[in-house]
């Protein structure tokens, strides 16, 4: 069964740190990966995608990707309090357009000002 | 910006009844899924649909649930006999689907279902 891992937290960090969130999965052939925002009662909102080993960087927001070590994580600099929430980590599995995503369970980021 | 958007974004119903979850996704996007949150737990699939029929399930969508596209802009869910485990938020998402880099899910506001 494909599966994505994350450490369901909380993890605190004080403001103006950087948050580092961790996300494993199972299936090797995984090819597109992506990282939403939850609020509590609300829809995730997609925060940055990667394909490519290596990292991308979008304003505060970094991603990272590893597929030798099925690995994949976000870091977030500068800490906000807004950005308080759950971090869910989601992956596509395999290579079809349309495939649906599965998702980590996520990894809630308490930022205290 | 072109949002996914749902109704009704809360729905009381009594055991046994059907419920009937409606979403418009974004206009030119070609995949459309339901995925549903229990409360505290993670974000599962249920549904994708394309060119008008199913593409993929889960074991969660079983013969209680249906989807249907009846129109060219409207996607519904049906919940045939709701039970008290089918509470949750639901969400409709949609997906351009054209390249891999296009390949991204974006989620409507959701719809919270209770079950009494």
């Known amino acids: 069964q494909k599966e994505v891992e994350q450490n369901s937290g909380p993890l605190s960090v004080p403001e103006g740190a950087i948050a580092s969130l961790n996300c494993t999965y199972s299936?090797?052939?995984?090819?597109?990966f992506f990282w939403y925002r939850q609020y509590s009662g609300k829809s995730p909102e997609l925060i940055m995608s990667?394909?490519?080993?290596g990292d991308k960087e979008d304003g505060r927001f970094t991603a990272q990707l590893n597929k030798a070590s099925q690995y994949v994580s976000l870091l977030i600099r500068d800490s906000q309090p807004s950005d308080s929430a759950t971090y869910l980590c989601?992956?596509?599995?395999?290579?079809?357009?349309?495939?649906?995503?599965?998702f980590g369970k996520g990894t809630t980021l308490s930022v205290s000002s | 910006e072109p949002e996914v958007t749902q109704t009704p974004s809360h729905q009381v119903t009594q055991m046994g009844q059907e419920v009937i979850l409606r979403c418009v996704p974004i206009?030119?996007?070609?995949?459309f899924y339901w995925y549903r949150q229990i409360l505290g737990q993670k974000v599962e699939f249920l549904v994708s649909?394309?060119?008008?029929?199913?593409?993929?399930k889960s074991e969660i969508f079983d013969d209680q649930f249906s989807v249907e596209r009846p129109d060219g802009s409207n996607f519904t869910l049906k919940i045939r006999s709701t039970k008290l485990e089918d509470s949750a938020m639901y969400f409709c998402?949609?997906?351009?689907?054209?390249?891999?880099?296009?390949?991204?899910?974006?989620f409507g506001e959701g719809s919270w279902l209770t079950v009494v």
């Open positions: 989601a992956v596509n599995p395999d290579l079809g357009a349309g495939t649906a995503l599965i």
């Open positions: 299936d090797r052939v995984s090819q597109s």
């Open positions: 998402a949609s997906n351009g689907g054209q390249t891999i880099s296009g390949n991204t899910i974006y």
């Open positions: 990667i394909y490519s080993n």
């Open positions: 206009s030119n996007h070609l995949y």
């Open positions: 649909f394309y060119n008008n029929e199913i593409s993929e």
